[in-house]
């Protein structure tokens, strides 16, 4: 299978081995941060996959504040994300429990749309993600050389060169 995505020309998506037809990813720092996970939204979603975006947000934000949020994100995207779900968490409160809770309500979301991977930023997240039984990918701006994922997603550049996509790895542990 090939797929070129119009809204990234440069990238040719050649193929996609997941059990998944539907893939989550975080916003903040994963889609706002990094243009090559806005490029894999894109080419995933182009190439008929569901995409969902699902994010923590403090639960003092109102329901009007979130659907500001919602088209906010959708128009960053290029509106192909399926969906964009919203966990909320205290505003205040011991920061390791509110990661670790979202991570949970993340992996139930996971669960009722028929995602089983995430690409999150947040290591307590992903570590409770991955307890549930699904797969997280830890975003790692520092992680340089690939790993082997349970997940492979291959896209090309028009020149034939690979697309580095190293910016995330599998969550490990703590």
């Known amino acids: 299978m090939q797929f070129r995505a119009p809204e990234c020309p440069q990238l040719v998506l050649i193929s996609v081995q997941s059990v998944s037809q539907a893939f989550a990813f975080d916003w903040g720092g994963v889609i706002r941060d990094y243009r090559e996970m806005q490029d894999l939204v894109r ?16 639960d003092t934000q109102s329901d009007s504040q979130l659907d ?3 088209q906010f994100i959708q128009s960053q995207c290029s509106c192909v994300l399926t969906e964009v779900h919203f966990v909320r968490h205290p505003s205040d409160g011991n920061p390791e429990k509110i ?3 979202a991570g949970k309500e993340k992996a139930a979301i996971m669960r009722r749309i028929g ?20 797969v997280a990918l830890q975003v790692n701006p ?3 050389t690939p790993v082997e994922l349970p997940v492979r997603i291959i896209a090309e ?9 190293n910016l995330f790895s ?3 542990g703590k």
């Open 43 to 58: 080419i995933l979603a182009g190439a008929g996959y569901e995409v969902h975006c699902i994010t923590a947000v403090p």
């Open 68 to 70: 500001v949020l919602r």
């Open 99 to 101: 990661a670790r809770d």
């Open 115 to 134: 995602a089983t991977v995430l690409w999150d930023d947040t290591p307590l997240v992903c570590q409770a993600v991955s307890d549930a039984g699904l």
């Open 142 to 144: 520092h992680l340089r």
């Open 157 to 165: 550049r028009d020149d034939g060169r690979p697309r580095r996509y």
């Open 170 to 172: 599998p969550f490990a």
